[in-house]
């Protein structure tokens, strides 16, 4: 990998490090590839259980290298985009991103696709499209309004500015913010109970919660059946309860 380190440990803890310090994590043609090739191969890894992304030498990412020069047409350059996304997002499994330093644009619309954040208290956010001439792109314009209401999402669209990691965890933007000295101890916290937790009904909580916008009450109960009843047949189940009645911890093997 050119742009992207990955590193796994036995517990089956993948973390996903942007790797390009010198224009701040900025994603360029190669990296996009790197990220969807990547996500894709843990998606269907048994073995990798959680996922955290994050960039290197104090910055998450700051969005599209607008000084790529790979002359790709914009058509299929944004089915690239439109790959990671969707990639991203039916990941079945937890994905934290763990934010230090500045997140705009695609980086920051890359932060939000993960299920949970954990921000330093120096990072800033910003969808500084409108600011490069730009629209909001990368699922932005489906993930904010989903997260902090259409009003707040359209603020941020539409104004481009840079807001404080203290701003974005007041508008809902992200679940935690930590001193920057405490960062690694708290994404490490969450990571380590993530990988943990029973795989398959990790997988069925996200995927349920990701459809709630798109479903009636009637069917977002019909699809909770169905994910309880396929619960109720796996050996993580029987596991967790035989678990509970030993007054124990359970270990699971999702399955």
Sequence with gaps: METIEILRDDRGLVTLTLNRPHRKNAIDSVMWEELRTTLREISANPQDRALVITGADGAFCSGQDLGDSSGRPPYFAMKQVADVAISLHRMAKPVIAKVDGIAAGAGLNLALGCDLIVASDRSRFS???????????????????????????????????????????????????VPVDELDAAVEDWAARLVAGPPIALGSAKELLNQSFDMTFEQALDAEGLAQA??????????AISAFLDKREPRFEGR
């Design 127 to 177: 969808e500084i499209f409108v600011r490069r001439g730009l629209t909001i792109d990368f699922g932005g314009s489906w993930l904010l309004p989903r997260l902090i209401g259409l009003h707040r999402a359209k603020q941020l669209a539409l104004l481009g500015d840079v807001i404080s990691a203290a701003e974005a965890a007041e508008l809902g933007l992200v679940n935690r913010v």
């Design 230 to 239: 396929v619960n109720f047949g796996t050996a993580d189940t029987r596991e």
